[in-house]
């Protein structure tokens, strides 16, 4: 079935360093995408999202990336902080009205002092 | 403003039992979704309702089932408990704005089936 991969399961950055996160699809109909954080023992947090009509989106600190050509997303965080720490996911919306969301199996980000 | 509520917080349960698990939705919110997730993946989506109907189902058997009542809160119903449905679930609460989807989610429930 279609499905939201990541190509690095773990990432280790210096605090300071900037971080690039990638996630790759696989559905050509998807038209809209989220990154959430999620720290120990919470739900996912809300980061940032893309439509399919946009290549790039900037938030406070992240930008999303999006290539649909080869159907990939990054999310890059600028000056990581030890805040950042957390698995780090890329959500898929397939269906029109924004009910079914198929979430990657996650990176996780280790921001190293 | 409060934030997704869920309740129980852990819930401890063998196998064959059922359980009901549930979410109040962000005041204002009247989508809810609800989603499993396994240690160590992503969430999975199980349901979404909307005004109270089901706009959504995921890939899980008959045994799970859920509602939503009038003041748009939810429970999840799974009977029949198995050793994998272990997992944390999550509720979200939704709303379309200025063409995002704002999807929270609540601190999810720890289930464990022994």
């Known amino acids: 079935g279609e499905s939201v991969g990541l190509h690095l399961p773990t990432l280790s950055v210096q605090e300071g360093d900037n971080s690039i996160i990638n996630c790759a699809y696989s559905?050509?109909?998807?038209?809209?995408f989220i990154w959430y954080k999620q720290e120990s023992g919470k739900g996912p947090q809300f980061i940032i999202d893309?439509?399919?009509?946009?290549d790039k989106r900037q938030g406070q600190r992240v930008t999303v990336l999006l290539n649909k050509t080869v159907k990939h997303l990054s999310l890059q965080i600028a000056a990581t902080q030890p805040g950042d720490s957390a698995v780090y996911f890329c959500?898929?919306?397939?269906?029109?009205?924004?009910?079914?969301?198929?979430f990657g199996p996650g990176t996780r980000l280790s921001v190293l002092p | 403003d409060a934030g997704v509520t869920q309740s129980p917080t852990h819930l401890i349960k063998t196998r064959g039992q059922h359980v009901t698990l549930r979410c109040s939705p962000i005041?204002?919110?009247?989508?809810v979704s609800w989603y499993q997730q396994v240690l160590g993946q992503g969430p999975q989506f199980i349901f979404q309702?909307?005004?109270?109907?089901?706009?959504g189902r995921g890939n899980f058997p008959d045994r799970f089932s859920a509602r939503q009542f009038p003041n748009y809160s939810s429970e999840l119903n799974v009977n029949a408990l198995l050793l994998g449905d272990s997992a944390l679930y999550l509720c979200?609460?939704?709303?379309?704005?200025?063409?995002?989807?704002?999807?929270?989610f609540g601190p999810g429930t720890r289930l464990t089936v022994t």
């Open positions: 979200a609460s939704s709303q379309w704005t200025s063409g995002s989807y704002e999807q929270y």
């Open positions: 559905n050509s109909a998807s038209d809209y």
């Open positions: 893309i439509r399919s009509n946009m």
């Open positions: 959500a898929e919306n397939i269906r029109n009205y924004g009910q079914n969301f198929v």
């Open positions: 005041s204002g919110h009247k989508s």
């Open positions: 309702y909307y005004e109270k109907e089901e706009r």
